[in-house]
């Protein structure tokens, strides 16, 4: 890369130049490599608040504008006229697929859609009530297991067998999971369906009745997935980078990924959102629970609002709020209680001064719950879909990583302070 401009950082009696690099949009950056070498300094950032930690052509976000893009493409313009795998296509090569390149990629991938037999048995050792996301970080490790012949990072053809068996195999274990959890048979895919139908049935077929996909319900659990597939630098995205830069093969970055995305900060919340929408019940309780969110001495926070990045409408839950509405409509239940409590929700936090002041707007998360609700999902299954959608960003940013030649181990730094050295006290004198 080549600096734009060089930037003077004094620290104690030293001097540095430090180059700074200029995007194709967005903030430029300072380049800190040379640093510690040239100061004996490192720097200091828990949470990332101000660290690159890659520079990528994949997605772009401005959190202050709330745009989101996918190399290049506007999230609203992919939304509506693009799907899930046409975007898969776009995220891991750049491009969007002419018809031959999306007719063969729709086949590779659906013709990748089988678990091998054998993870079964997987399966089945794990308790029946587990959590479905435990369960998909044990069957998403356990790829490495049953196709060893595609973890050598090193060779390209092993490398887009991996990609393509993570993102066929995802919708797969991700309904095996679910149909673990609630005791019914497995339902092997149907190679004729499309990528989300296919899913769909997986989920919810049973062997006894004909099971026919609703296209206003599979068009909204494309655009979920569309909406989900990649957002740049985020903390699962990151430890997928992280992990990989170990040469870890992609099975066990991807299992990284899904293990981070559980958490309630990042996938976890569109499961508390809904969680807190159906414990608030009615629209006249609202203002008990912004107060509550307001108040300093209170842990309590709005699950489903606030962003690291987004510091206005996060796009995604403006997209997402459209499509609850249709699958909704589709329902007949425009008037669905818990949709009402989060109209309100919303109308009231986007007055309120705390919410105001601090940026916070309702993320992706937000509706996403009671759109996947409303499809048949339970919540404990919400953010396994957002693993399967996510699947392909984890692997276009794990690719990218992995095909840059100047691609090192990530090894962050400390600042120690802890005990300095003492000597080693015997058990009876403790
Ligand atoms: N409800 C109430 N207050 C909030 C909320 C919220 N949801 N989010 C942030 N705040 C407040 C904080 O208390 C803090 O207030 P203070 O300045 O008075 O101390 C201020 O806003 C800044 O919050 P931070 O925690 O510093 O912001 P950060 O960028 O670290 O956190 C996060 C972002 C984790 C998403 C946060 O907004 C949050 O916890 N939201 C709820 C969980 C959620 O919806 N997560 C999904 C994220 S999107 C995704 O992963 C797909």
């Known amino acids: 890369m080549k600096a734009k401009d060089y930037c003077t950082l004094t620290c104690g009696d030293k001097s540095i130049k430090l180059p700074v690099y200029e995007g194709t949009e967005g903030p430029d950056v300072i380049d800190i490599t040379k640093l510690y070498r040239e100061t004996g300094f490192f720097t200091y950032d828990p949470g990332y608040m101000s660290t690159g930690s890659c520079h990528s052509e994949i997605t772009f976000i401005d959190g202050d504008k709330g745009i989101l893009r996918y190399r290049g493409y506007p999230i609203e313009q992919l939304a509506e006229h693009s799907d899930y795998l046409e975007v898969c296509y776009l995220l891991l090569e750049g491009e969007l697929p002419n018809e031959e390149q999306k007719k063969n990629f729709k086949d590779t991938i659906t013709h990748h859609t089988l678990l091998h037999e054998q993870m079964a048995k997987t399966y089945t050792g794990l308790q029946r009530d587990s959590h479905p996301m435990a369960i998909m970080v044990t069957i998403v490790g356990a790829l490495s297991a049953f196709y060893h012949d595609s973890t050598d990072i090193d060779d ?7 990609i393509d068996r993570m993102i066929a195999k995802m919708p797969t274990m991700a ?20 990528y989300v139908s296919n899913f769909l049935r997986m989920c919810f077929a049973v062997p006894t009745e004909k099971y026919v996909v609703n296209p206003v319900f599979a068009k909204a659990l494309d655009t979920i997935m569309i909406l989900h597939a990649d957002h740049e630098q985020n903390a699962s995205t990151s430890t997928v980078r992280l992990a990989g830069s170990s040469e870890a093969n992609p099975f066990a970055c991807i299992s990284s990924g899904v293990t981070s995305l559980w958490g309630p900060a990042h996938g976890g919340a569109n499961e508390a959102c809904l969680r807190m929408l159906e414990e608030i019940g009615t629209v006249d309780r609202v203002p008990e629970y912004v107060k509550r969110a307001r108040d300093p001495n209170d842990k309590y926070r709005l699950m489903g609002f606030g962003h690291r990045v987004y510091k206005n409408y996060d796009p995604r839950a403006r997209i997402m709020q459209k499509t609850c509405h249709a699958v909704l409509h589709e329902l007949d239940h425009d008037d669905d209680p818990i949709l009402k409590v989060a109209l309100e929700l919303e109308r009231i936090a986007l007055q309120d001064d705390y919410f105001i002041e601090r940026k916070l707007y309702p993320n992706v998360d937000y509706y996403s719950g009671i759109t996947m609700r409303a499809l048949g999902f339970p919540s404990s299954m919400f953010t396994v879909l957002f693993s399967v959608a996510r699947t392909v960003g984890w692997i276009a940013q794990w690719k990218e990583m992995i095909e840059d030649p100047r ?21 009876d004198k403790r």
């Open 156 to 162: 390209e053809e092993q490398r887009t067998k991996a």
């Open 175 to 194: 309904a095996a999971a679910y149909k673990y959890s609630i005791g019914q048979p497995f339902v092997y895919p149907d190679n004729n369906l499309d």
């Open 407 to 427: 691609q090192r181990i990530a090894r962050p730094r400390q600042l120690y302070v802890g005990k300095t050295e003492r000597d080693f006290i015997p058990l």
